[in-house]
């Protein structure tokens, strides 16, 4: 299931301050994301935590003025761009910081951050397991327990469909109905998640 996009009215209706099921959502989605991100590179708990408040309220303030157009690049871009220029900036006065102390652990931990491909991919990866994580938190009590464990145990965890099915003790074509079911949900609340959107 791939991912292109985010809700662009769900990012006006964060920028409306107000809502607060707008940014329950959106951080819902979005703040494991930033928060990883901030950890790959180094930061503490505590310091990944005041990142992620320094990004929200970053694009608080700039959610309007997002541009949705293809060519402008997705949401995801311009929240990763926002996260690395603040962690840029933390990292500068970390750096002067640091060099005032005498230490160089410090420098040679940012030295020896992946290439912003490579974040970016890690953060595309991370947002659509969060995504999906999401989607499925919200959906699963729409569906008695053995549809639901049909479907994990054979779409999540791999296990075979007649090993499933005897575990559960329904028959193999019951399992692979559950799943259908429980996958064509999941791909139905990831877009109303989603929206009408947006790359």
Same mark, same amino acid.
């Given at each position: 299931? =791939? &991912?292109?996009?985010?809700? $662009? !009215?769900?990012?006006?209706?964060?920028a409306?301050?107000?809502?607060?099921?707008?940014?329950?959502?959106f951080l @819902?989605? $979005?703040?494991?994301?930033? $928060?990883?991100?901030?950890?790959?590179?180094?930061?503490?708990?505590?310091d990944?935590?005041?990142?992620c408040?320094?990004?929200?309220?970053? %694009?608080a303030t700039?959610?309007?003025?997002?541009?949705? !157009?293809?060519?402008?690049? #997705?949401?995801?871009a311009?929240?990763? =761009?926002i996260?690395?220029? &603040?962690?840029?900036?933390?990292?500068?006065?970390?750096? !002067?910081?640091? !060099?005032?102390? +005498?230490?160089?652990?410090?420098?040679?931990?940012?030295e020896g951050?992946? @290439?912003?491909?490579?974040?970016?991919?890690?953060?595309?990866?991370? $947002?659509?397991?969060?995504?999906?994580?999401?989607?499925?938190?919200s959906?699963?009590?729409?569906?008695?327990?053995? =549809?639901?464990?049909?479907?994990?145990? =054979?779409?999540?965890?791999?296990?075979?469909?007649?090993?499933?099915?005897?575990?559960? +003790?329904?028959? #193999?074509?019951?399992?692979y %109905? @559950?799943?259908?079911?429980?996958?064509?949900?999941?791909?139905?609340r990831? @877009?109303?998640?989603?929206?009408?959107?947006?790359?």
């Amino acid at each position: 299931m =791939t &991912l292109a996009s985010t809700r $662009y !009215s769900l990012l006006l209706r964060i920028a409306d301050g107000g809502d607060a099921a707008a940014w329950s959502e959106f951080l @819902a989605v $979005y703040e494991p994301l930033v $928060y990883g991100l901030g950890r790959r590179r180094g930061l503490q708990d505590a310091d990944a935590r005041d990142l992620c408040q320094e990004v929200f309220r970053a %694009i608080a303030t700039a959610a309007r003025r997002f541009d949705p !157009s293809p060519e402008k690049g #997705s949401f995801r871009a311009w929240l990763f =761009t926002i996260t690395r220029n &603040l962690l840029s900036n933390l990292c500068r006065r970390e750096r !002067s910081q640091v !060099s005032g102390m +005498g230490g160089s652990d410090f420098l040679r931990l940012i030295e020896g951050q992946p @290439a912003h491909d490579e974040h970016a991919f890690l953060v595309e990866q991370d $947002y659509q397991r969060r995504l999906l994580q999401f989607a499925a938190d919200s959906v699963k009590a729409e569906f008695a327990a053995t =549809t639901w464990q049909a479907f994990w145990l =054979t779409a999540v965890e791999l296990r075979s469909i007649g090993e499933v099915a005897v575990e559960l +003790g329904i028959t #193999s074509g019951a399992v692979y %109905i @559950a799943r259908s079911r429980v996958l064509a949900r999941l791909k139905s609340r990831v @877009a109303e998640i989603e929206g009408e959107v947006l790359p």
